[in-house]
Protein backbone atom coordinates (compact mmCIF):
# COMPACT_ATOMS: atom_id res chain seq x y z
CA UNK A 1 0.00 0.00 0.00
CA UNK A 2 1.20 3.38 -0.77
CA UNK A 3 0.43 6.84 1.06
CA UNK A 4 -0.89 9.50 -1.46
CA UNK A 5 1.10 12.48 -0.36
CA UNK A 6 3.55 12.29 -3.44
CA UNK A 7 1.33 11.55 -5.92
CA UNK A 8 -1.15 14.38 -4.66
CA UNK A 9 1.71 16.78 -4.59
CA UNK A 10 3.14 15.72 -8.14
CA UNK A 11 -0.64 16.11 -9.39
CA UNK A 12 -0.60 19.47 -8.67
CA UNK A 13 3.31 20.83 -9.43
CA UNK A 14 3.61 18.58 -12.49
CA UNK A 15 -0.07 17.92 -14.17
CA UNK A 16 -1.67 20.86 -13.37
CA UNK A 17 0.99 23.46 -13.31
CA UNK A 18 3.16 22.25 -15.99
CA UNK A 19 1.53 19.99 -18.11
CA UNK A 20 -2.49 21.51 -18.18
CA UNK A 21 -0.79 25.08 -17.49
CA UNK A 22 -4.08 25.29 -15.23
CA UNK A 23 -5.65 28.60 -14.24
CA UNK A 24 -5.24 30.09 -11.20
CA UNK A 25 -8.96 29.32 -10.26
CA UNK A 26 -9.10 25.93 -11.62
CA UNK A 27 -6.34 25.13 -8.88
CA UNK A 28 -7.78 26.75 -6.73
CA UNK A 29 -11.31 24.65 -6.87
CA UNK A 30 -9.00 21.42 -7.15
CA UNK A 31 -7.54 22.13 -3.96
CA UNK A 32 -10.36 23.09 -1.90
CA UNK A 33 -11.91 19.35 -3.15
CA UNK A 34 -9.39 17.43 -2.41
CA UNK A 35 -8.49 19.13 1.22
CA UNK A 36 -12.52 18.57 1.73
CA UNK A 37 -12.06 14.87 0.81
CA UNK A 38 -8.85 14.08 2.67
CA UNK A 39 -10.18 15.91 6.14
CA UNK A 40 -13.30 13.88 5.25
CA UNK A 41 -11.20 10.56 4.76
CA UNK A 42 -8.93 11.11 7.59
CA UNK A 43 -11.64 11.35 10.09
CA UNK A 44 -13.65 8.59 8.60
CA UNK A 45 -10.87 5.97 9.80
CA UNK A 46 -9.47 8.13 12.34
CA UNK A 47 -5.80 8.75 10.41
CA UNK A 48 -4.06 12.18 10.04
CA UNK A 49 -4.56 12.83 6.11
CA UNK A 50 -0.99 12.63 5.92
CA UNK A 51 -1.49 8.71 6.66
CA UNK A 52 -4.20 7.95 4.05
CA UNK A 53 -3.32 5.01 1.77
CA UNK A 54 -4.90 4.66 -1.54
CA UNK A 55 -7.54 1.44 -0.42
CA UNK A 56 -8.63 3.81 1.67
CA UNK A 57 -10.08 6.26 -0.79
CA UNK A 58 -12.08 3.61 -2.44
CA UNK A 59 -15.57 4.01 -4.52
CA UNK A 60 -17.38 3.79 -0.82
CA UNK A 61 -15.52 6.28 0.38
CA UNK A 62 -16.12 8.96 -2.44
CA UNK A 63 -19.52 8.51 -2.59
CA UNK A 64 -20.08 8.37 1.15
CA UNK A 65 -18.12 12.24 0.88
CA UNK A 66 -20.40 13.33 -2.09
CA UNK A 67 -23.45 12.24 -0.06
CA UNK A 68 -21.49 14.26 2.65
CA UNK A 69 -21.36 17.36 0.09
CA UNK A 70 -25.34 17.01 -0.48
CA UNK A 71 -26.52 16.46 2.55
CA UNK A 72 -24.29 18.17 5.53
CA UNK A 73 -22.79 20.93 3.64
CA UNK A 74 -25.99 22.10 1.55
CA UNK A 75 -24.04 21.69 -1.57
CA UNK A 76 -26.40 21.36 -5.12
CA UNK A 77 -25.73 18.84 -7.49
CA UNK A 78 -23.80 20.92 -9.96
CA UNK A 79 -21.21 21.66 -6.73
CA UNK A 80 -21.16 17.94 -6.48
CA UNK A 81 -20.53 17.12 -9.84
CA UNK A 82 -17.78 19.55 -9.70
CA UNK A 83 -16.32 18.21 -6.89
CA UNK A 84 -16.72 14.76 -8.41
CA UNK A 85 -14.75 16.67 -11.60
CA UNK A 86 -11.64 17.19 -9.53
CA UNK A 87 -11.42 14.06 -7.74
CA UNK A 88 -11.70 11.75 -11.22
CA UNK A 89 -8.80 13.96 -12.21
CA UNK A 90 -6.42 13.13 -9.65
CA UNK A 91 -7.81 9.53 -10.09
CA UNK A 92 -6.96 9.75 -13.68
CA UNK A 93 -3.64 10.65 -12.95
CA UNK A 94 -2.88 8.27 -9.97
CA UNK A 95 -3.90 5.53 -12.44
CA UNK A 96 -0.77 6.12 -14.49
CA UNK A 97 1.41 5.83 -11.39
CA UNK A 98 -0.40 3.05 -9.41
CA UNK A 99 -1.28 0.10 -11.50
CA UNK A 100 -1.66 -2.10 -8.29
CA UNK A 101 -4.71 0.12 -7.78
CA UNK A 102 -6.15 -0.09 -11.21
CA UNK A 103 -9.16 -1.61 -9.92
CA UNK A 104 -9.84 0.45 -7.21
CA UNK A 105 -9.49 3.78 -9.20
CA UNK A 106 -11.56 2.09 -11.83
CA UNK A 107 -14.56 2.05 -9.48
CA UNK A 108 -14.22 5.53 -8.20
CA UNK A 109 -14.05 6.90 -12.26
CA UNK A 110 -17.03 5.03 -12.70
CA UNK A 111 -19.13 6.68 -10.42
CA UNK A 112 -21.38 8.76 -12.84
CA UNK A 113 -22.62 12.88 -12.02
CA UNK A 114 -25.55 13.11 -10.96
CA UNK A 115 -28.73 14.01 -13.33
CA UNK A 116 -29.41 18.00 -12.58
CA UNK A 117 -32.66 19.78 -13.78
CA UNK A 118 -32.50 22.85 -15.91
CA UNK A 119 -34.71 25.21 -15.04
CA UNK A 120 -35.59 28.56 -16.80
CA UNK A 121 -33.10 31.59 -16.75
CA UNK A 122 -33.98 34.31 -14.95
CA UNK A 123 -33.65 37.75 -16.38
CA UNK A 124 -34.52 41.61 -16.43
CA UNK A 125 -37.53 42.89 -18.74
CA UNK A 126 -36.67 46.51 -20.10
CA UNK A 127 -38.74 48.49 -17.45
CA UNK A 128 -36.84 46.41 -14.71
CA UNK A 129 -33.35 47.53 -16.57
CA UNK A 130 -34.76 50.93 -16.33
CA UNK A 131 -35.56 50.77 -12.68
CA UNK A 132 -32.30 49.39 -11.56
CA UNK A 133 -30.15 51.21 -13.57
CA UNK A 134 -32.11 54.30 -12.10
CA UNK A 135 -31.43 52.80 -8.04
CA UNK A 136 -27.56 53.91 -8.10
CA UNK A 137 -26.67 57.45 -6.13
CA UNK A 138 -25.12 59.22 -8.62
CA UNK A 139 -24.19 61.90 -6.26
CA UNK A 140 -21.72 59.54 -4.57
CA UNK A 141 -18.79 58.33 -5.87
CA UNK A 142 -19.36 54.76 -5.07
CA UNK A 143 -23.01 55.24 -6.80
CA UNK A 144 -21.31 56.30 -10.07
CA UNK A 145 -19.82 53.28 -10.03
CA UNK A 146 -21.99 51.14 -9.40
CA UNK A 147 -24.33 52.74 -12.08
CA UNK A 148 -21.77 52.52 -14.76
CA UNK A 149 -20.95 48.92 -13.68
CA UNK A 150 -24.36 47.88 -14.02
CA UNK A 151 -25.01 49.80 -17.37
CA UNK A 152 -21.78 48.00 -18.88
CA UNK A 153 -22.78 44.67 -17.57
CA UNK A 154 -26.28 44.76 -18.94
CA UNK A 155 -25.34 45.86 -22.74
CA UNK A 156 -22.00 43.47 -23.10
CA UNK A 157 -22.99 40.60 -20.87
CA UNK A 158 -19.85 39.75 -19.44
CA UNK A 159 -19.24 37.38 -17.02
CA UNK A 160 -18.77 38.93 -13.07
CA UNK A 161 -14.66 37.35 -13.08
CA UNK A 162 -14.55 39.44 -16.89
CA UNK A 163 -16.42 42.49 -15.04
CA UNK A 164 -14.28 42.67 -12.03
CA UNK A 165 -11.20 42.12 -13.86
CA UNK A 166 -11.39 44.66 -16.58
CA UNK A 167 -8.97 48.13 -16.31
CA UNK A 168 -8.74 51.32 -17.93
CA UNK A 169 -7.00 49.90 -21.24
CA UNK A 170 -9.56 47.42 -21.85
CA UNK A 171 -11.64 50.40 -22.93
CA UNK A 172 -11.62 51.58 -26.33
CA UNK A 173 -13.56 54.12 -27.17
CA UNK A 174 -12.99 55.63 -30.00
CA UNK A 175 -13.89 55.03 -33.42
CA UNK A 176 -15.52 51.08 -33.44
CA UNK A 177 -16.17 51.56 -29.74
CA UNK A 178 -15.44 48.08 -27.13
CA UNK A 179 -14.29 46.29 -24.09
CA UNK A 180 -11.86 43.73 -24.58
CA UNK A 181 -11.36 40.74 -21.82
CA UNK A 182 -10.18 37.48 -21.31
CA UNK A 183 -12.66 35.38 -20.19
CA UNK A 184 -13.06 31.44 -19.65
CA UNK A 185 -11.19 28.95 -20.79
CA UNK A 186 -8.50 31.82 -21.34
CA UNK A 187 -10.07 33.27 -24.53
CA UNK A 188 -9.48 36.62 -25.71
CA UNK A 189 -12.49 38.20 -27.66
CA UNK A 190 -13.88 42.07 -27.84
CA UNK A 191 -17.74 43.18 -27.52
CA UNK A 192 -18.70 46.32 -28.72
CA UNK A 193 -20.13 49.04 -26.61
CA UNK A 194 -23.86 51.17 -27.61
CA UNK A 195 -23.70 54.81 -27.49
CA UNK A 196 -25.06 55.35 -24.72
CA UNK A 197 -22.47 52.72 -22.72
CA UNK A 198 -19.70 54.90 -24.48
CA UNK A 199 -20.89 58.19 -22.77
CA UNK A 200 -21.60 56.58 -19.37
CA UNK A 201 -17.85 55.27 -19.49
CA UNK A 202 -16.21 58.37 -20.91
CA UNK A 203 -18.17 60.48 -17.97
CA UNK A 204 -16.64 57.64 -15.39
CA UNK A 205 -13.05 58.39 -16.87
CA UNK A 206 -13.31 61.37 -15.65
CA UNK A 207 -13.33 60.06 -11.92
CA UNK A 208 -10.29 59.95 -10.17
CA UNK A 209 -9.61 57.78 -7.48
CA UNK A 210 -7.41 57.81 -4.21
CA UNK A 211 -5.11 56.35 -5.33
CA UNK A 212 -4.87 56.30 -9.19
CA UNK A 213 -5.72 52.76 -9.60
CA UNK A 214 -5.90 51.15 -13.04
CA UNK A 215 -9.01 49.06 -12.24
CA UNK A 216 -11.97 49.92 -14.17
CA UNK A 217 -14.48 49.68 -11.12
CA UNK A 218 -11.91 49.75 -7.88
CA UNK A 219 -12.96 50.06 -4.52
CA UNK A 220 -11.99 52.80 -2.28
CA UNK A 221 -8.82 51.29 -1.86
CA UNK A 222 -7.87 50.80 -5.66
CA UNK A 223 -8.02 47.10 -5.71
CA UNK A 224 -10.41 44.76 -7.93
CA UNK A 225 -13.96 44.31 -6.40
CA UNK A 226 -14.64 40.89 -5.35
CA UNK A 227 -17.62 38.82 -6.00
CA UNK A 228 -19.01 39.60 -3.07
CA UNK A 229 -19.05 42.73 -3.45
CA UNK A 230 -20.56 42.82 -6.26
CA UNK A 231 -23.42 40.93 -5.40
CA UNK A 232 -23.81 42.86 -2.23
CA UNK A 233 -23.91 45.93 -4.44
CA UNK A 234 -26.51 44.09 -6.82
CA UNK A 235 -28.77 43.43 -4.02
CA UNK A 236 -28.53 46.51 -2.39
CA UNK A 237 -29.60 48.37 -5.53
CA UNK A 238 -32.24 45.73 -6.37
CA UNK A 239 -33.98 46.90 -3.01
CA UNK A 240 -34.02 50.48 -3.68
CA UNK A 241 -35.45 49.54 -7.47
CA UNK A 242 -38.32 47.58 -6.16
CA UNK A 243 -39.91 50.66 -4.30
CA UNK A 244 -40.46 51.90 -8.37
CA UNK A 245 -41.12 48.17 -9.84
CA UNK A 246 -42.59 45.67 -7.49
CA UNK A 247 -41.72 42.72 -9.77
CA UNK A 248 -38.36 42.64 -9.12
CA UNK A 249 -39.37 41.68 -5.55
CA UNK A 250 -40.07 38.21 -7.36
CA UNK A 251 -36.53 37.77 -8.98
CA UNK A 252 -33.05 36.87 -7.88
CA UNK A 253 -31.10 39.45 -9.29
CA UNK A 254 -27.34 38.78 -9.46
CA UNK A 255 -24.58 39.38 -11.81
CA UNK A 256 -25.27 35.87 -13.66
CA UNK A 257 -29.16 37.11 -14.20
CA UNK A 258 -27.70 40.80 -15.87
CA UNK A 259 -25.93 38.36 -18.02
CA UNK A 260 -28.51 36.69 -19.35
CA UNK A 261 -30.50 39.84 -19.63
CA UNK A 262 -28.05 40.83 -22.59
CA UNK A 263 -28.56 37.65 -24.19
CA UNK A 264 -32.41 38.12 -23.82
CA UNK A 265 -32.29 41.86 -25.19
CA UNK A 266 -30.20 40.48 -28.39
CA UNK A 267 -32.30 37.38 -28.70
CA UNK A 268 -35.13 39.72 -28.74
CA UNK A 269 -33.84 42.05 -31.19
CA UNK A 270 -33.57 39.35 -33.75
CA UNK A 271 -30.20 38.79 -33.40
CA UNK A 272 -29.05 34.73 -34.59
CA UNK A 273 -28.11 32.12 -31.62
CA UNK A 274 -24.92 31.82 -33.05
CA UNK A 275 -23.78 35.55 -32.66
CA UNK A 276 -25.27 35.38 -28.95
CA UNK A 277 -22.34 32.67 -28.52
CA UNK A 278 -19.68 35.20 -29.50
CA UNK A 279 -20.88 37.66 -27.68
CA UNK A 280 -21.15 36.05 -24.44
CA UNK A 281 -17.80 34.05 -25.36
CA UNK A 282 -19.78 30.50 -25.06
CA UNK A 283 -17.86 27.25 -26.25
CA UNK A 284 -20.33 25.75 -27.86
CA UNK A 285 -23.32 27.41 -29.70
CA UNK A 286 -25.90 24.52 -28.04
CA UNK A 287 -25.25 26.54 -24.60
CA UNK A 288 -27.18 29.81 -26.17
CA UNK A 289 -29.89 27.76 -26.64
CA UNK A 290 -30.92 27.99 -22.64
CA UNK A 291 -32.41 31.79 -23.94
CA UNK A 292 -34.48 30.80 -26.47
CA UNK A 293 -36.29 28.19 -23.93
CA UNK A 294 -36.86 31.16 -21.73
CA UNK A 295 -38.12 33.34 -24.35
CA UNK A 296 -42.09 33.20 -24.58
CA UNK A 297 -41.98 36.00 -27.49
CA UNK A 298 -40.42 33.28 -29.26
CA UNK A 299 -42.76 30.71 -29.07
CA UNK A 300 -45.61 33.45 -29.48
CA UNK A 301 -44.45 34.45 -32.75
CA UNK A 302 -44.29 31.01 -33.94
CA UNK A 303 -47.74 30.08 -33.15
CA UNK A 304 -48.46 33.11 -34.95
CA UNK A 305 -46.72 32.07 -37.98
CA UNK A 306 -48.79 28.93 -37.82
CA UNK A 307 -52.04 30.28 -36.64
CA UNK A 308 -55.22 29.17 -38.77
CA UNK A 309 -56.69 31.41 -41.48
CA UNK A 310 -59.72 34.29 -40.29
CA UNK A 311 -57.85 33.45 -36.39
CA UNK A 312 -57.31 36.83 -34.79
CA UNK A 313 -53.58 37.50 -33.90
CA UNK A 314 -52.55 38.38 -30.56
CA UNK A 315 -52.59 36.41 -27.04
CA UNK A 316 -55.83 34.83 -25.71
CA UNK A 317 -57.99 37.22 -22.95
CA UNK A 318 -60.56 36.13 -20.76
CA UNK A 319 -63.63 37.79 -21.39
CA UNK A 320 -65.34 40.22 -19.29
CA UNK A 321 -67.38 38.33 -16.55
CA UNK A 322 -70.96 39.58 -16.97
CA UNK A 323 -70.42 39.47 -20.55
CA UNK A 324 -69.42 35.38 -20.57
CA UNK A 325 -72.36 35.09 -18.09
CA UNK A 326 -74.80 36.74 -20.31
CA UNK A 327 -73.79 34.20 -22.75
CA UNK A 328 -74.97 31.15 -21.09
CA UNK A 329 -78.42 32.44 -20.54
Not at 83 to 94: C, M, N, T, V
Not at 130 to 140: G, Y
Not at 165 to 173: A, E, N, R
Request: proline content about 3%; charged content about 25%.
Amino acid sequence: MTVINATLQSFFTDRLTRQKDASSHTIAAYRDTLRLLLVFAAATHKVPASSLQWDQLDATEITAFLEHLQHDRGNSARTRNARLSAIHSLFRYAALHHPEHAASIARVLAIPPQRVDRHLVDYLTDSECEALLAAPDRSTWTGRRDYTFLVVAVQTGLRVSELIGLTVSDIHLGAGAHVSCRGKGRKDRITPLTRKTVTTLRDWAKEKTPTGSAVLFPTRAGRHLSRDAIEHRIKLHTRVATGSCPSLADKHVSAHVLRHTAAMRLLHAGIDTSVIALWLGHKQVDTTQIYITADLKVKEDAIDRTRPLNSVRGRYRRPDNILAWLGTL
